[in-house]
């Protein structure tokens, strides 16, 4: 298990796990969903690694709230800002090749005193945050922008994609009653963050439109909604990586954008064997097993089967019988290259179909559509 640290207020440190049970749940509404650009993307597989590493400015203003909750200082601030990011830096290095870099003024739009801050509360923490950027950091400074807050869970990025673009890049907040650890830093800051880098969500509890609704329900990667719809959680937090689609988005998003620091990467990217195709008879499990060679002999390789298909998917129309949409939940990567469908345990037990499945069961069925 992956274990992380955390500064907690004064000088105490908190050491957990995603497994501990110190990942709490929260509700969360992320508001980004009415912005949604219409776009059609092509969902078919292509390679996302261009050996490079690209370098982002990050600007994040800390409401009052959010500074007194940390300690009150702005130093306070900076550490629990900067464990933020580190986190999320964690994951966007690892599935994007992406890294955040917190813009040398920051402390320049830290507040520590409610009456005096500029922020009036959630609905103003998007457009009062860009203008504290663009008149304190500097549209030039910055590439992209955060706020902070500690209030009413729940978030916005504005904008689909608006890194790098001038007055709408620094229009996203995170707000939560507990701003720290994996469910703020992942679930609801990352969460934002991919939205301003080109993701739209990926959860099929109801229709969006994106053609990107890849994950059954609420879906379970970091563009879902883990936990917190009313009747369609896969599982009570989201997992700390991208679905593919998210992936591609964003990398997609990215190379057209001008703005960031190109940085070569010598590592190489692992050479991947194309799996034959097949005719799955209906009502029939099934296995994927894949197949890849590293020129770096010493680094280690990590597997994830992720179903593509566009489509409504809730708890109640889950089942061998849905006529689209994504009858398996992703699972995050393992080093095993073969994944089971559905799992082995189900197959062993000739339970392979699955209907109005509980949050934290399988979410896997083979279907017996022709």
Request: hydrophobic residues 35%; charged residues 20%; negative net charge.
């Amino acid at each position: 298990a992956n274990s992380f640290i955390q500064k907690a207020p004064g000088d105490q440190y908190v050491l957990y796990s995603r497994e501990s049970g110190a990942v709490e749940k929260m509700d969360f509404v992320c508001a980004t969903k009415d912005k949604v650009l219409s776009q059609i993307p092509d969902l078919t597989a292509k390679p996302v690694d261009g050996q490079v590493l690209r370098k982002y400015r990050l600007a994040v203003s800390a409401t009052a709230e959010y500074t007194i909750e940390h300690g009150g200082s702005i130093s306070d601030a900076l550490a629990a800002i900067n464990a933020t990011v580190t986190r999320i830096n964690e994951v966007f290095e690892t599935d994007l090749a992406v890294t955040l870099e917190l813009v040398s003024d920051t402390d320049k739009v830290i507040y520590t005193d409610e009456s005096t801050d500029p922020y009036g509360g959630l609905s103003t923490l998007g457009s009062v945050g860009q203008q504290a950027f663009t008149d304190e950091i500097g549209e030039e400074n910055y590439d992209i922008g955060h706020v902070f807050h500690k209030g009413p869970n729940g978030g916005n990025a504005g904008f689909i994609g608006a890194i790098c673009i001038d007055n709408r890049k620094g229009s996203a907040y995170s707000s939560s009653q507990i701003p720290e650890g994996d469910t703020f830093d992942l679930d609801f800051v990352a969460h934002e963050m991919g939205h301003q880098m080109g993701a739209n969500h990926t959860w099929s509890y109801e229709l969006e439109g994106t053609l990107v609704q890849v994950e059954p329900g609420s879906g379970s990667t970091i563009m879902g909604y883990a936990g917190i719809t009313e009747n369609d959680n896969v599982t009570p937090n989201g997992d700390d990586y991208f679905h593919y689609v998210s992936i591609e988005q964003i990398i997609e998003t990215l190379r057209l954008k001008n703005c960031g620091e190109i940085i070569p990467i010598t590592n190489n990217p692992p050479v991947v064997s194309a799996v034959d195709d097949y005719v799955i008879p209906k009502s029939t499990a099934f296995i994927l097993t894949g197949s890849a060679t590293d020129p770096d002999i010493d680094d280690v390789l990590t597997y994830a089967w992720e179903q593509v298909d566009n489509g409504v998917v809730t708890r109640a129309s889950f089942g061998p019988n849905n006529p689209s949409g994504a009858n398996f939940r992703s699972r995050p990567p393992i080093t095993d290259p073969t994944r089971y469908f559905p799992m082995l345990s189900r197959v062993i037990q000739a339970n392979i179909t699955q209907e109005n499945p509980d949050q934290g069961s399988a979410w896997e069925t083979v279907s017996d559509v022709e």
